[in-house]
């Protein structure tokens, strides 16, 4: 799997250890042939997003579209899942980052883990969804070496 992300932001750091994040993330959860894109975006163009799509007027996070919640978008043909898009505010996560104390790369990878679930099909709209998913996040970010 070759991991590529889309920097509208023009984010400048070295994010190479996200492929390992991501790829340990999709083993866990048993996803093989998959295809999805990251998009790093500023607070105006998640706020943008988020209006739009989600009809909340402001700066958020991450935003995920996942593609395979509407079955028109589905073709099993393919041979492989088009899972969706995750978008991540940069301005955001480093603001999170020094917030929660903790590094960027930590930060990052929380929100990219968050989406990935997020287009696999989880939620944490009740606590029930959140403890699963949450608890997934920790040990795939603890898997991987990167914790608080």
């Known amino acids: 799997m070759n991991v590529e ?69 589905v073709n099993h043909d393919l041979g492989f899942r088009f899972l969706g898009e995750i978008y991540i505010c940069i301005p955001r996560m480093q603001e999170q980052a020094k917030n929660y104390g903790h590094s960027e790369k930590r930060e990052l990878s929380f929100l990219v883990v968050h989406g990935i679930l997020h287009l696999l099909g989880y939620d944490h709209q009740t606590k029930e969804e959140e403890s699963i998913m949450f608890s997934k996040q920790e040990v795939i970010l603890n898997g991987t070496n990167i914790t608080r």
């Open 5 to 73: 992300i889309n920097n509208e932001f023009g984010y400048k750091n070295d994010y190479s250890y996200l492929d390992e994040v991501i790829k340990y993330a999709l083993a866990l959860e048993k996803v093989d042939n998959a295809i999805f894109s990251i998009i790093f975006v500023s607070n105006e163009r998640i706020q943008q997003i988020n209006r739009d799509y989600r009809h909340i007027d402001r700066v958020t996070d991450v935003i995920s579209f996942a593609f395979e919640d509407n079955k028109t978008l």
